[in-house]
């Protein structure tokens, strides 16, 4: 069957950054479409960041405001949606093997419509590869146009046709709409969209478009939703929370401003993700150290110890700078945890590059960190560096290498907590043991404890009593 192609990705468009304005839209979905999911069930996988989870929530409103209803049965469902991350090929690996093995499930069920949104979707290269080697795959839409979902699955519905519809051009901020939230306790609240810093390794301005911020009204009213629903805690989401607000033309209000806005609402905690460290500035700093609510955990993405490395990497801040900004947190806030995200064998990084990498790590106290070795990825700048020098061997070697030393500082960080008694907000059982409950201390560490499930959604005192590498044993004190 021919595509239907309304829209296509295309990466020249998407690496453009010429219209400097936002596009502000409501969503309200047509009543014609509010019943065409009845006594139908759908599928959702979701790949990737809590960006995707935040798009997988509002994918899930979509469908239930169509009347679809929730399944995890694959071999019942009416609809598979497929929410995809381009981060890492690894990431893109996992998807297409997924669909691959749906191609069965298909023959089978030649009603079943299947679906692939997400990060992937504005990629060129997987669109064409979709349309070419996947004919399971029903319709394609990008990360743009989510509140495209009800019209693209009617038309795919009533005419039978294969669609794409993914826009290149910078997207629209669309509010209201509805969104089936993951958790009644915890709850993510994307402030801004988007990212401008075309860091040379990395897809996501290409996947996610131009930094694109939400006003602040439309972002305390959902705030002050959430809180009238009984939420404990927000996280705010961004590609980067600290550029927020940069890009409004006639109003003067950024991150620190809507920190200190949020920080005055009785929302119990207050967390934010990701940062970027050229952003961090002393404003946000003291609107942080000035709050009782946001939460002394900051992730703080370094990537490289080494200056030479780092501007490869476009990352536009030197490892002097991270270190003197990692001195303001920890004085400014005392006992901040801060974590980070790190590339190693990044090309041309030498044996030298990495053990700035290794000092780095023990000079800023981490407490934890996402460690990866580069991906290239289709399209940007890194995907045409060629190093021969760096061999999966040495790629692998100083993975553990560096895997070795920040799981010191994982351990290190939470015996500092043996015998005090913490804050922990209660999500649930344990996956792993069904009769122990586990929550989060204010610096996001995993505390499990025996306790009554009454306990759930309540922010309760513990007593750590064991301390270990990856979490933190205690008894809730009455």
Not at 133 to 155: A, C, E, M
Not at 236 to 262: H, P, R, S
Not at 395 to 402: G, H, I, P, S, T
Not at 412 to 428: A, P
Request: proline content about 4%; glycine content about 6%; aromatic content about 10%.
């Amino acid at each position: 069957m021919k595509p239907v192609v309304i829209n296509s990705p295309d990466q020249n468009k998407e690496r453009k950054r010429l219209d400097k304005s936002n596009n502000f839209e409501e969503f309200k979905l047509d009543d014609s479409l509010k019943s065409i999911g009845k006594d139908k069930l759908y599928y959702l996988y979701t790949y990737g960041c809590q960006g995707n989870e935040s798009d997988s929530e509002k994918i899930r409103g979509l469908m239930e405001e169509m009347s679809f209803t929730i399944t995890y049965d694959l071999d019942k469902t009416d609809v598979i949606l497929m929410n995809t991350c381009a981060i890492r090929k690894n990431a893109e690996d996992k998807v297409f093997g997924e669909i691959g093995r749906l191609k069965q499930l298909k023959r089978r069920k030649p009603e079943l419509i299947v679906g692939l949104c997400g990060c992937m979707a504005q990629e060129e290269s997987v669109v064409r590869k979709l349309l070419t080697k996947y004919q399971n795959v029903d319709f394609i839409f990008g990360t743009h146009n989510i509140h495209s979902l009800p019209l693209l699955i009617k038309r795919v519905m009533e005419n039978k046709e294969r669609v794409v519809d993914v826009l290149s051009y910078e997207g629209d901020i669309v509010e209201k709409i509805p969104m089936v939230r993951e958790s009644k306790i915890k709850a993510w609240v994307p402030i801004m969209y988007g990212c401008d810093e075309f860091c040379t390794y990395c897809i996501v301005p290409y996947t996610r478009g131009k930094e694109r911020s939400r006003l602040p009204e439309n972002i305390i009213k959902e705030v002050e939703g959430l809180i009238s629903e009984g939420y404990k805690e927000i996280t705010l989401l961004g590609q980067n929370v600290n550029a927020y607000g940069k890009d409004f033309v006639d109003l003067k209000y950024d991150f620190a401003d809507l920190l200190t806005d949020l920080s005055k609402l009785p929302i119990p905690r207050i967390r934010f993700t990701t940062n970027n460290p050229k952003d961090f500035d002393d404003r946000q700093i003291e609107a942080i150290k000035n709050s009782k609510n946001i939460m002394p955990a900051i992730h703080l993405p370094v990537q490289s110890g080494s200056n030479k490395v780092l501007k490869k990497m476009n990352r536009k801040y030197t490892k002097e700078s991270f270190i003197e900004l990692c001195d303001k947190l920890y004085k400014a806030i005392p006992g901040v945890s801060i974590t980070t995200d790190i590339i190693v064998a990044f090309p041309y990084e030498t044996e030298e590059d990495f053990n700035e990498t290794l000092e780095l790590v023990k000079r800023c106290n981490f407490e934890g960190a996402y460690t990866f070795i580069f991906s290239p990825r289709e399209g940007t700048p890194a995907a045409k560096y060629i190093d021969k020098d760096i061999t999966e061997d040495v790629a692998y070697d100083r993975l553990y290498r560096l895997n070795d030393l920040v799981n010191e500082g994982y351990g290190r960080g939470n015996k500092r907590f043996l015998g005090q008694t913490v804050k922990v907000l209660i999500e649930g059982y344990s996956k792993n043991q069904n009769d122990i409950l586990m929550g989060y201390t204010e610096n996001n560490k995993l505390v499990n404890v025996i306790g009554d499930k009454k306990y759930i959604g309540e922010i309760v005192d513990v007593e750590i009593t064991d301390a270990k590498t990856w979490s933190l044993d205690g008894k809730i004190i009455d």
